[in-house]
Nanobody, 122 residues
Framework: QVQLVESGGGLVQAGGSLRLSCAAS????????MGWFRQTPGKEREFVAF????????YYADSVKGRFTISRDNAKNTLYLQMNSLKPEDTAVYYC???????????????WGQGTQVTVSS
């Protein structure tokens, strides 16, 4: 098993940037493909970005493409999400998750962090 803890969320003005981190413990992060998801009250968890176990490939939701960058440092057992040009509609709780498969679907992720709040003011 792997335990995941997100950090780096906060309040930022529109157009600003934040960098989220997801620290893993237990099993090594390199054993998993990793994703970022986000959720707002009353809505289903939404796919944001995905990166393969090696970091060789990454995929993004259309809503964040060109603004967000997912990366990982397997030596540090840490996943990142660099978020630039933030918009009020990016406001959500952001979750990192680990999957044995390559997928954008939340149901295939076995391990989840507790989430970190990102609030973008207009």
């Amino acid at each position: 098993q792997v335990q995941l803890v997100e950090s780096g969320g906060g309040l930022v003005q529109a157009g600003g940037s934040l960098r989220l981190s997801c620290a893993a413990s237990g099993r090594t992060l390199s054993s998993y493909n990793m994703g970022w998801f986000r959720q707002t009250p009353g809505k289903e968890r939404e796919f944001v970005a995905f990166i393969t176990w090696s970091g060789g490939s990454a995929y993004y939701a259309d809503s964040v493409k060109g603004r967000f960058t997912i990366s990982r440092d397997n030596a540090k057992n840490t996943l990142y999400l660099q978020m630039n040009s933030l918009k009020p509609e990016d406001t959500a709780v952001y979750y990192c998750a680990a999957s044995a498969s390559g997928t954008v679907m939340a149901k295939y992720y076995a391990y989840w962090g507790q989430g970190t709040q990102v609030t973008v003011s207009s």
